[in-house]
Protein backbone atom coordinates (compact mmCIF):
# COMPACT_ATOMS: atom_id res chain seq x y z
CA UNK A 1 0.00 0.00 0.00
CA UNK A 2 1.26 3.22 -0.74
CA UNK A 3 1.49 6.65 1.01
CA UNK A 4 -1.78 8.13 -0.97
CA UNK A 5 -3.82 4.82 -0.39
CA UNK A 6 -2.87 5.11 3.33
CA UNK A 7 -3.85 9.05 2.92
CA UNK A 8 -7.33 8.22 1.59
CA UNK A 9 -7.97 5.61 4.35
CA UNK A 10 -7.12 8.38 7.29
CA UNK A 11 -9.70 10.87 5.29
CA UNK A 12 -11.78 8.26 5.20
CA UNK A 13 -11.64 8.15 9.17
CA UNK A 14 -11.74 11.41 9.59
CA UNK A 15 -15.44 11.54 9.06
CA UNK A 16 -15.89 9.49 12.06
CA UNK A 17 -14.15 12.02 14.69
CA UNK A 18 -16.02 13.34 17.48
CA UNK A 19 -14.87 16.49 18.38
CA UNK A 20 -17.87 18.88 19.74
CA UNK A 21 -15.49 20.84 21.44
CA UNK A 22 -13.04 21.64 19.33
CA UNK A 23 -14.07 21.01 15.82
CA UNK A 24 -10.70 19.82 14.86
CA UNK A 25 -11.34 16.26 13.35
CA UNK A 26 -8.76 14.09 12.73
CA UNK A 27 -8.32 11.12 10.77
CA UNK A 28 -5.33 8.35 11.07
CA UNK A 29 -4.52 5.10 9.00
CA UNK A 30 -2.19 2.78 10.56
CA UNK A 31 -0.11 -0.12 8.19
CA UNK A 32 0.98 -3.10 9.60
CA UNK A 33 3.38 -5.41 8.68
CA UNK A 34 1.78 -7.54 7.51
CA UNK A 35 -0.77 -5.19 4.70
CA UNK A 36 -3.35 -5.03 7.03
CA UNK A 37 -4.43 -1.39 7.92
CA UNK A 38 -6.72 -0.26 11.36
CA UNK A 39 -7.94 3.14 11.18
CA UNK A 40 -9.08 5.54 13.89
CA UNK A 41 -10.68 8.76 14.68
CA UNK A 42 -10.27 11.92 17.73
CA UNK A 43 -12.70 10.89 20.19
CA UNK A 44 -13.42 14.29 22.42
CA UNK A 45 -15.07 13.78 26.20
CA UNK A 46 -16.52 17.02 28.11
CA UNK A 47 -14.09 15.91 30.38
CA UNK A 48 -11.26 17.13 28.24
CA UNK A 49 -7.92 15.14 29.11
CA UNK A 50 -10.48 11.75 28.71
CA UNK A 51 -9.96 13.15 24.88
CA UNK A 52 -7.94 10.09 22.47
CA UNK A 53 -6.43 11.22 19.65
CA UNK A 54 -6.93 9.17 16.22
CA UNK A 55 -3.40 7.70 16.10
CA UNK A 56 -3.55 6.04 19.25
CA UNK A 57 -7.13 5.43 18.24
CA UNK A 58 -6.09 3.48 15.26
CA UNK A 59 -2.77 2.14 17.18
CA UNK A 60 -4.89 0.69 20.00
CA UNK A 61 -7.19 -1.17 16.98
CA UNK A 62 -4.62 -2.56 15.70
CA UNK A 63 -2.39 -3.77 18.93
CA UNK A 64 -6.23 -5.08 20.07
CA UNK A 65 -5.97 -7.36 17.34
CA UNK A 66 -2.88 -8.91 17.78
CA UNK A 67 -0.81 -6.39 15.55
CA UNK A 68 2.56 -5.62 16.91
CA UNK A 69 4.72 -4.12 13.77
CA UNK A 70 4.01 -1.74 11.82
CA UNK A 71 5.36 0.27 8.16
CA UNK A 72 3.71 3.91 8.71
CA UNK A 73 0.51 5.93 9.56
CA UNK A 74 -1.48 8.90 8.15
CA UNK A 75 -2.71 11.28 9.72
CA UNK A 76 -5.00 14.17 8.47
CA UNK A 77 -7.15 16.77 10.34
CA UNK A 78 -7.96 20.02 10.62
CA UNK A 79 -10.58 22.56 11.71
CA UNK A 80 -13.96 21.12 11.04
CA UNK A 81 -13.10 20.86 6.99
CA UNK A 82 -10.51 22.61 6.72
CA UNK A 83 -6.99 19.91 6.20
CA UNK A 84 -4.83 22.57 4.76
CA UNK A 85 -1.62 22.12 7.09
CA UNK A 86 0.22 19.47 8.11
CA UNK A 87 -1.43 17.86 11.26
CA UNK A 88 1.99 15.83 12.68
CA UNK A 89 1.06 13.33 15.56
CA UNK A 90 0.77 14.76 19.27
CA UNK A 91 3.78 13.89 21.96
CA UNK A 92 1.71 11.48 23.08
CA UNK A 93 1.22 9.83 20.27
CA UNK A 94 4.48 9.66 19.53
CA UNK A 95 5.92 8.15 22.73
CA UNK A 96 2.90 5.60 22.23
CA UNK A 97 4.27 4.85 18.44
CA UNK A 98 7.51 4.51 19.52
CA UNK A 99 6.06 1.41 21.83
CA UNK A 100 5.89 -0.29 18.48
CA UNK A 101 9.06 0.94 16.17
CA UNK A 102 12.13 0.63 18.43
CA UNK A 103 14.06 1.58 15.14
CA UNK A 104 12.20 4.48 14.96
CA UNK A 105 11.80 3.80 10.84
CA UNK A 106 8.02 4.00 11.44
CA UNK A 107 7.02 6.06 8.19
CA UNK A 108 4.54 9.33 9.38
CA UNK A 109 2.36 10.64 6.60
CA UNK A 110 1.07 13.94 6.43
CA UNK A 111 -1.05 15.39 3.87
CA UNK A 112 -2.37 19.02 3.94
CA UNK A 113 -5.28 18.49 1.12
CA UNK A 114 -2.33 18.95 -1.90
CA UNK A 115 0.67 17.31 -1.01
CA UNK A 116 2.08 14.42 1.43
CA UNK A 117 5.04 14.68 3.50
CA UNK A 118 6.48 11.99 4.84
CA UNK A 119 8.71 11.85 7.98
CA UNK A 120 10.09 9.31 10.85
CA UNK A 121 8.68 8.51 13.65
CA UNK A 122 12.81 8.85 14.87
CA UNK A 123 13.01 12.25 12.95
CA UNK A 124 9.88 13.23 15.20
CA UNK A 125 10.66 12.01 18.56
CA UNK A 126 14.65 11.78 18.49
CA UNK A 127 14.81 11.35 22.12
CA UNK A 128 12.06 8.22 23.22
CA UNK A 129 11.20 7.26 26.77
CA UNK A 130 12.12 3.51 26.92
CA UNK A 131 12.61 0.65 29.99
ZN1 LIG B 1 -2.05 12.62 19.86
Known amino acids: ?8 LALGARKNAY ?6 L ?11 VFCGANVENASYSL ?14 AGKREFEAIAVVGGKEGDISEFCPPCGACRQ ?4 FSSDGKMRVVLFDGKRERELTLDGLLPCRFEL
Not at 51 to 64: G, I, Y
Request: aromatic share 6%; net charge negative; proline share 2%.
Open 1 to 8: MDNSELVK
Open 51 to 64: TCCAERNALFAAVS
Open 96 to 99: ALSE
Open 19 to 24: APYSGF
Open 26 to 36: VGASILCSDGS
